[in-house]
């Protein structure tokens, strides 16, 4: 066997470290769907830092949502954590302020060290509580880890039916090392696409590239970031488009109306099969026009949650907890996309990172012109293949 010389050893894995992974996972709306591992936590006993980019896409419970939870094998909730940042350690709540519930991305981070007898919860970057723990309290091992559900059994048994996550989660790394503040609000600021967790490399425990190569169980389904890929076109939605084109009776080619941009958006969750309707079109317009106020400007996660904080309209019943809580047939046809109290249209790869610039705009806002003319439709392959091929 060929020796290999440790300098090149030490290149690959360098290289293999900075490797990122624009893929998340989504979990189901029950109490089946979830990730089981059962990591040797020795090197977390005394300081820890765990980190997640986490959507919220259920509202079945207010607070108890949770996608994490570590039970010790005397059956101890050792680690426990909800969707809107409810930190417990050692079965200890902490005190926090509870974030307002928007739709979109948000990101989570809980710290905590024997040596500080402190454990912290950040939201965006920002700490929102914190809370002493028991003197000479280390954390327990061993114990199970499992994403997606609040299990109260060791090995993953007693899963909590009503606190399922059913959201989606992204690039959640443990570390074994208490991060700084700084540190913390610098890995939000530089956004989910960045790879500035590959900074504390020499201390991840358990990375989110690790974790997409465990085991799922039930309704656990990964998912491609569009917004974070370099690539112009996506493979599947291109293998879609040339397996079939729909056409519409009596209808003529146009030439590139709108600059040659493809309606791949059009695929994303909350297009796909909803109704087309005039009405959130033109609320879409008007959004554009006050995005187009920031020209310029960056889209990127710090832009997204000011527009989301200062250009909200606080219109009856659309709320996030009243959107979610209705389930007439109006609101499951309809555009969710465009309620007034969502920009999460800009995590789209055609937004996202993007310079704002007439251009941009302009060409979004012919595609809803031409969008606005399939009103009463629902958007399927056959509208969305006729787009592409008629208004490429």
Not at 100 to 128: A, F, M, N, P
Not at 313 to 324: F, H, R, T
Request: aromatic content about 10%; some cysteine; charged content about 25%.
């Amino acid at each position: 066997m060929v020796a290999v010389p440790l300098f090149l050893v030490a290149i690959l894995q360098l290289t293999a470290s900075h490797e990122v992974t624009y893929k998340s996972l989504t979990f189901g709306k029950d109490a089946s769907s979830y990730v089981l591992m059962s990591p040797d936590m020795s090197p977390l006993q005394e300081e820890l830092t765990i980190c997640s980019w986490i959507k919220r896409m259920s509202n079945h419970q207010k607070n108890a949502q949770y996608w994490l939870s570590y039970v010790a094998s005397a059956n101890y909730e050792e680690i426990i954590i909800s969707d809107t940042a409810l930190y417990y350690l050692f079965r200890d709540g902490t005190s926090y302020t509870h974030p307002s519930l928007t739709t979109g991305w948000h990101h989570i981070c809980c710290t905590w060290s024997y040596s500080s007898r402190t454990k912290r919860v950040y939201y965006d970057g920002v700490q929102i509580g914190s809370e002493s723990t028991p003197s000479g309290r280390k954390l327990n091992i061993p114990g199970s880890l499992m994403l997606g559900q609040l299990h109260q059994g060791y090995g993953g048994g007693t899963i909590q039916s009503c606190c399922y996550f059913g959201g989606e989660m992204f690039q959640t790394n443990f570390f074994s090392t208490e991060l700084s503040s700084s540190q913390i609000k610098e890995m939000y600021s530089q956004g989910r696409c960045s790879n500035y967790t590959q900074n504390f490399s020499d201390v991840t425990f358990l990375s989110w590239e690790e974790i997409l190569q465990k085991d799922r169980h039930g309704n656990v389904t990964e998912k491609d970031l569009d917004e974070c890929s370099t690539d112009n076109t996506h493979p599947t939605e291109e293998e879609e488009t040339t397996e079939e084109e729909g056409t519409f009776e009596g209808e003529e080619t146009t030439e590139n109306p709108v600059n040659s941009t493809s309606w791949r958006f059009l695929r994303g969750e909350h297009f796909y099969n909803k109704k087309i309707s005039r009405d959130m079109i033109s609320r879409m317009t008007g959004r554009l026009d006050l995005l187009l106020e920031f020209y310029n400007h960056t889209v990127d996660d710090a832009l997204i949650k000011h527009l989301e904080k200062h250009h909200t309209d606080k219109a009856p019943g659309n709320s996030i907890e009243e959107v979610e809580d209705r389930e007439s047939e109006e609101m499951t046809d309809s555009l969710e996309l465009f309620l007034t109290d969502n920009w999460e249209f800009l995590t789209d790869r055609m937004f996202y990172m993007k310079i704002v610039t007439e251009d941009l705009i302009s060409g979004m806002t012919e595609r809803l012109d031409l969008l606005a003319e399939f009103s009463g439709h629902l958007c399927d392959d056959s509208i969305i293949n006729h787009l592409e091929k008629h208004h490429a």
